[in-house]
Every structure is written in structure tokens, then in C-alpha cells.
Nanobody
Framework: QLQASGGGSVQAGESLRLSCRAS????????MAWYRQAPGKERERVARITNVGGTNYADSVKGRFTISGDNAKETVYLQMHSLKPEDTAVYYC?????????????????WGQGTQVTVSS
């Protein structure tokens, strides 16, 4: 239902763009988010876009990451700039169907398979 792609290995300061393509449902009027999970750490939400286009970000990525959606392509993106070694993690996209916003991991209906982002110093 969600296919994530775009991860890779980069140097600190470089950029990557992650993509998450939805199938079987429309991302319009859907709450979408990007999470990440580093080894030994809990999954954390880094960015979300609401069903009406509002966005918010974790403090650790504000000003560096941008979440956006293309309804025509049924795809949500995470543009990441000025990457740091601490951004290294597996990144997951998530979707919550319906009008109620998600507040925790369990609220999301679908999850992508994860894409690895590795940032070296």
C-alpha cells in the first residue's frame, strides 16, 4: 500500500529526497507522515502533512527537511538538506485514513517498508 524509496549513503551536508507512493487509496484527505528509527532507538516522527495540507516537523529537522505531497502522483516526499550523521536511520512513511489526525504510531493505518538513510561525517 505504501512504497518508500530514495534512501542511500551520503556525506554530511548533502541532500536526499525520499518518496512514498501510495496504492489502493488516495493521499488526498489522508494524514501522511515520515518516521525514522535508528538502531536501539524508538521510532520517531520527523514530519507529517495533514489531510488539509498542514505540516509540522520534529525540532531536530526543522529548517532542513520538507514534507510535501503530489496528489496526482499519489506520492509524498521528504526533501532532506544539510544531512547530519545523527539523521542516519531507517525512514518509514505512514498513512492514516480518515479525518482524525494521528498522534501516535499505532494511529497509522499503513506503513511503508522503510528505506535506509546513512550519513557519514
Amino acid at each position: 500500500q505504501l512504497q518508500a524509496s530514495g534512501g542511500g549513503s551520503v556525506q554530511a551536508g548533502e541532500s536526499l529526497r525520499l518518496s512514498c507512493r501510495a496504492s489502493g487509496f488516495s493521499i488526498s484527505n489522508t494524514h501522511m507522515a515520515w518516521y525514522r528509527q535508528a538502531p536501539g532507538k524508538e521510532r520517531e516522527r520527523v514530519a507529517r502533512i495533514t489531510n488539509v495540507g498542514g505540516t509540522n516537523y520534529a525540532d531536530s529537522v526543522k529548517g532542513r527537511f520538507t514534507i510535501s505531497g503530489d496528489n496526482a502522483k499519489e506520492t509524498v516526499y521528504l526533501q532532506m538538506h544539510s544531512l547530519k550523521p545523527e539523521d542516519t536511520a531507517v525512514y518509514y512513511c505512514a498513512a492514516r485514513l480518515g479525518s482524525t489526525a494521528a498522534t501516535k504510531v499505532a494511529d497509522y493505518t499503513y506503513w511503508g517498508q522503510g528505506t535506509q538513510v546513512t550519513v557519514s561525517s
